[in-house]
């Protein structure tokens, strides 16, 4: 029997997560399935994901019920349903997470709300209270790597919590998250608190940024140059990553057990259709990497996905793309700043519909409409 192409990435040291979760998939054994034959080492989550999966059937109708008849708001009726659900997940990557050494896979997200990503002290805040409502070693909590978010994210690994940051578009706010995982770090352990079960990954999206780009290489006749940007910047960033985490600095941590922040590739699903639908899980695969992709990517690399190490291959290149870019004068910094400006606006609108689906269902209830 040939070999799962999904399975053989494994190989190149990089693990594949689930990018979705509802419950269907783990009634059916679906994800359990995935697990085993396609290698799928984690699973991640939004409020996009979350939205969907409340929003388009039956199955969480009878808990939006119960917790409504309890007294919750429609905030904690969400969250009472999101963290039941990755529970369960978490549950089942257990053997996952047991297998591997600490800091590696097995791991699943739930993100902060996305009407924190501008406030610190409530990042923080939702950051320990859905940790501890949780209550699984291999559980990530997601905060946005805003400004906002990036004093959350130290102070959460200071208290020994996973993290995965999210909606990384830059290069300077990639290096910043870096610096605040390993400051958070040395903080736990100028405390004395154990730094050898932390785990967090940054996740640099990728498929948004050619998105916005690709219109402007055309008007500066750079249109060969169409879907490469992020696929150099993501090369460039791991560039910093092996810089950082093979440092003196964090030498001293390592020692001490701590291994380092991941780079995890998001937002790989192709949205352009003129791109193979493999291209960006292709492109970056690579050493200590992580790649969370949606259903449908993944059912496309099982199909015709060739596994190779790739990540690593011409660097040069990559780099002489980004010099091309800048020096046709397309400001790279700033449209980072917009993608996460959209990235933020693109979680609050499923939010509030997922917080008017919730609505609707109690007051289908207060009617006693089925």
């Given at each position: 029997?040939?070999?799962?192409?999904?399975?053989?990435?494994?190989?190149?040291?990089?693990?594949?997560?689930?990018?979705?979760?509802?419950?269907?998939?783990?009634?059916?054994?679906?994800?359990?399935?995935?697990?085993?034959?396609?290698?799928?080492?984690?699973?991640?989550?939004?409020?996009?994901?979350?939205?969907?999966?409340?929003?388009?059937?039956?199955?969480?109708?009878?808990?939006?019920?119960?917790?409504?008849?309890?007294?919750?708001?429609?905030?904690?009726?969400?969250?009472?349903?999101?963290?039941?659900?990755?529970?369960r997940a978490a549950d089942l990557f257990k053997p996952v997470y047991e297998d591997e050494v600490r800091g590696a896979d097995g791991y699943v997200s739930l993100e902060v709300s996305p009407?924190?990503?501008?406030?610190?002290?409530?990042?923080?805040?939702?950051?320990?209270?859905?940790?501890?409502?949780?209550?699984?070693?291999?559980?990530?909590?997601?905060?946005?790597?805003?400004?906002?978010?990036?004093?959350?994210?130290?102070?959460?690994?200071?208290?020994?919590?996973?993290?995965?940051?999210?909606?990384?578009?830059?290069?300077?706010?990639?290096?910043?998250?870096?610096?605040?995982?390993?400051?958070?770090?040395?903080?736990?352990?100028?405390?004395?608190?154990?730094?050898?079960?932390?785990?967090?990954?940054?996740?640099?999206?990728?498929?948004?940024?050619?998105?916005?780009?690709?219109?402007?290489?055309?008007?500066?006749?750079?249109?060969?140059?169409?879907?490469?940007?992020?696929?150099?910047?993501?090369?460039?960033?791991?560039?910093?990553?092996?810089?950082?985490?093979?440092?003196?600095?964090?030498?001293?941590?390592?020692?001490?057990?701590?291994?380092?922040?991941?780079?995890?590739?998001?937002?790989?699903?192709?949205?352009?259709?003129?791109?193979?639908?493999?291209?960006?899980?292709?492109?970056?695969?690579?050493?200590?990497?992580?790649?969370?992709?949606?259903?449908?990517?993944?059912?496309?690399?099982?199909?015709?996905?060739?596994?190779?190490?790739?990540?690593?291959?011409?660097?040069?290149?990559?780099?002489?793309?980004?010099?091309?870019?800048?020096?046709?004068?397309?400001?790279?910094?700033?449209?980072?700043?917009?993608?996460?400006?959209?990235?933020?606006?693109?979680?609050?609108?499923?939010?509030?519909?997922?917080?008017?689906?919730?609505?609707?269902?109690?007051?289908?209830?207060?009617?006693?409409?089925?």
């Amino acid at each position: 029997m040939a070999t799962n192409n999904v399975k053989q990435i494994h190989q190149f040291e990089q693990s594949i997560w689930l990018d979705y979760i509802d419950r269907p998939i783990m009634n059916s054994g679906e994800l359990q399935r995935l697990i085993d034959e396609d290698g799928v080492r984690g699973l991640t989550s939004n409020p996009a994901i979350f939205e969907k999966a409340i929003s388009s059937g039956s199955d969480y109708d009878a808990d939006i019920q119960k917790l409504a008849q309890d007294g919750h708001d429609n905030e904690a009726i969400f969250y009472g349903l999101a963290v039941a659900d990755i529970q369960r997940a978490a549950d089942l990557f257990k053997p996952v997470y047991e297998d591997e050494v600490r800091g590696a896979d097995g791991y699943v997200s739930l993100e902060v709300s996305p009407w924190l990503a501008r406030d610190t002290d409530g990042t923080i805040a939702q950051a320990r209270e859905l940790w501890k409502a949780v209550d699984r070693e291999n559980v990530m909590i997601k905060i946005p790597g805003t400004a906002e978010g990036l004093p959350a994210i130290q102070q959460a690994i200071s208290e020994g919590i996973n993290i995965n940051v999210t909606l990384l578009f830059g290069l300077e706010r990639y290096q910043a998250v870096v610096e605040a995982y390993i400051a958070g770090l040395e903080a736990r352990d100028e405390a004395g608190q154990p730094v050898d079960s932390i785990a967090s990954v940054a996740s640099f999206f990728l498929s948004r940024i050619d998105v916005l780009v690709d219109p402007m290489l055309d008007e500066k006749g750079l249109g060969e140059l169409k879907g490469e940007v992020a696929i150099a910047l993501a090369k460039k960033a791991y560039e910093h990553y092996k810089e950082a985490f093979n440092s003196e600095r964090f030498k001293k941590l390592a020692a001490k057990g701590a291994v380092p922040q991941r780079l995890l590739w998001a937002s790989t699903g192709t949205k352009n259709p003129a791109f193979s639908d493999v291209k960006y899980v292709e492109a970056l695969i690579g050493p200590k990497t992580v790649n969370t992709v949606p259903k449908e990517t993944l059912d496309a690399f099982r199909d015709h996905g060739q596994a190779a190490s790739r990540l690593e291959s011409d660097t040069e290149g990559a780099m002489q793309v980004l010099d091309r870019v800048t020096n046709a004068g397309i400001d790279l910094e700033a449209i980072s700043q917009q993608l996460e400006a959209e990235g933020i606006e693109k979680f609050n609108q499923p939010y509030a519909k997922l917080l008017a689906a919730i609505d609707e269902q109690k007051a289908k209830s207060a009617t006693g409409v089925a």
